[in-house]
């Protein structure tokens, strides 16, 4: 099979001829051959060549007039030049031979053939040659391009041998099949299985790289069912196996909250690619076997476990190495309020709980109410029809509410130097009691945030607190 016609770019001819003037075989190899076939749009292109890839490099550099910046690593062998629009990367070819209780390979020169026997699936094996006399042939040693055909992930070498050599091969194997809606071949599953206790071997920040690709593929509970079934899953997210299976007592039973969680994972994904608004999603009911209860009137209850979940989502962030600021705290807001907006559809409820919560979720409102929608997973289409409806009242009152009082993210008017300035204050606990009332009062809708009825209300307080006005503020 010849592929010249797909390699339409004028960086592959130039860097044909500059591998011909240096007299390396070159070859472009890995995901984008595979992209190429797929029809799938790529920027990341790798190329390997039988000699230094970083003479390749800096050859390549020069021909393009210096232009484009050049990043050399020689402890790796490897060198890489960013285009407008493309990432190049540049390796000689090698082979690779582990220790057992190492994933850090003896790395020697080798031949294109020593290349792609190291290379972890057959559709990612493949490469196509830029030399003068075969400029555009594919090298398909291990048949990628019938596995692409049969939509099937499988190892170039026996598995075990592959996925010892480096276990996050196993991940890839899962990445690459949620990614692409590919089946795993079965002799390349069951090396999974037989060797995910060697995962352990990975550190967490490449685990996590490859589990955050599967939560943002388009279809994600596909990659964590592979997960769960091959037994990673247990190794590294053990929490959320414990979501799974069912209890029943006296004919009452609950649901299967792991597979609960992941339709909630695919209906939310349906509306955003928002990497931490999926997280939100797993971690929502992440606490109910920590809160699990039996009641004989009620039957399986699950009492506080918003609240509960909220407080395990640092310690699973931190022993995930998943960033620890801005993005947790968001995650652990939205699993802590996911049950309040279903509580505001009763018709008693008073504006003060829907101030309440606009203030709480702030600019995360909206992600709040998509990850609500998400949680209906009932296949009773009339009883998913009702909760949506519910839904929709909700975020009526929740504008409407807004619009008149604009409590979201909203500041006191009064601050707490005007506090100190009114009342001849030095910092302490009564400033914050005041600030905190004064909140509590435009919450509870006894004053709005204006600054003459804040004003008066701060003054009511300071008399309640024996205070004197020492310097009136108007």
């Known amino acids: 099979m010849n592929l010249a016609k797909k390699l339409?770019?004028?960086?592959?001819?130039?860097?044909?001829?500059?591998?011909?003037?240096?007299?390396?075989?070159?070859?472009?190899?890995?995901?984008?051959?595979?992209d190429i076939l797929l029809k799938r749009p790529s920027k990341d292109i790798d190329?390997?060549?039988?000699?230094?890839?970083?003479?390749?490099?800096?050859?390549?550099?020069?021909?393009?007039?210096?232009?484009?910046?050049?990043?050399?690593?020689?402890?790796?062998?490897?060198?890489?030049?960013?285009?407008?629009?493309?990432?190049?990367?540049?390796?000689?070819?090698?082979k690779e031979s582990y220790q057992r209780d190492s994933r850090k390979p003896i790395v020697e020169d080798g031949s294109l053939e020593d290349d792609q026997n190291r290379r972890d699936f057959a559709i990612n094996a493949m490469a196509i040659s830029l030399n003068k006399d075969s400029f555009g042939e594919l090298v398909d040693p291990f048949n990628g391009v019938d596995d692409l055909k049969e939509k099937l992930i499988k190892t170039p070498l026996d598995p075990k041998t592959t996925f010892s050599d480096d276990p996050l091969r196993m991940m890839r194997a899962?990445?690459?099949?949620?990614?692409?809606?590919?089946?795993?071949?079965?002799?390349?599953?069951?090396?999974?299985i037989d060797m995910k206790d060697r995962i352990k071997i990975i550190s967490k920040e490449r685990i996590i790289?490859?589990?955050?690709?599967?939560?943002?593929?388009?279809?994600?509970?596909?990659?964590?069912?592979?997960?769960?079934?091959?037994?990673?899953?247990?190794?590294?997210?053990?929490?959320?196996?414990?979501?799974?299976?069912?209890?029943?007592?006296e004919d009452k039973s609950h649901k299967d909250n792991f597979y609960h969680t992941l339709q909630v994972l695919d209906n939310i994904s349906i509306h955003t690619d928002n990497l931490w608004l999926r997280w939100a999603a797993i971690m929502h009911d992440i606490a109910k076997p920590a809160t699990k209860r039996f009641n004989k009137k009620v039957g399986w209850t699950f009492h506080g476990h918003e609240d509960k979940g909220a407080r395990m989502t640092p310690g699973i962030f931190r022993r995930l190495k998943l960033p620890m600021g801005e993005s947790m705290r968001y995650v652990q807001k939205l699993v802590r309020l996911h049950l309040r907006p279903i509580a505001l559809v009763k018709d008693e409820i008073t504006d003060s709980a829907v101030r309440r919560l606009l203030f709480e979720a702030g600019d995360d409102v909206d992600d709040l109410m998509t990850l609500c929608r998400a949680d209906i997973t009932s296949k009773n289409n009339n009883k998913v029809k009702r909760y949506l409806q519910n839904f929709d009242k909700v975020e009526s009152r929740m504008l409407a509410v807004e619009e008149k009082d604009k409590v979201r993210n909203f500041q006191p008017v009064i601050t707490g130097e005007m506090i100190m300035t009114t009342f001849g204050l030095k910092p302490g606990r009564t400033i914050g009691d005041i600030k905190e009332a004064l909140k509590e009062a435009v919450l509870e809708g006894k004053i709005r945030n204006e600054f003459d009825q804040a004003h008066e209300y701060m003054l009511k307080l300071g008399r309640e607190n024996g205070l004197n006005v020492v310097k009136p503020l108007r």
Do not use: W
């Open 8 to 34: 339409n770019d004028p960086i592959f001819k130039t860097i044909s001829q500059v591998a011909h003037n240096e007299g390396l075989e070159t070859y472009v190899v890995g995901g984008y051959v595979r």
């Open 47 to 94: 190329f390997v060549c039988v000699g230094s890839g970083i003479q390749l490099a800096e050859a390549v550099q020069a021909a393009l007039g210096g232009n484009f910046p050049l990043s050399v690593f020689k402890n790796f062998g490897t060198a890489m030049i960013k285009t407008d629009d493309l990432e190049l990367e540049f390796v000689g070819a090698r």
């Open 174 to 192: 899962i990445r690459f099949a949620s990614q692409l809606k590919f089946d795993i071949d079965a002799d390349t599953f069951q090396g999974v």
């Open 209 to 249: 790289v490859e589990l955050n690709k599967i939560i943002l593929s388009e279809e994600p509970s596909y990659g964590f069912k592979l997960l769960f079934y091959c037994g990673l899953l247990k190794e590294i997210f053990p929490e959320l196996v414990a979501l799974q299976g069912v209890d029943s007592i």
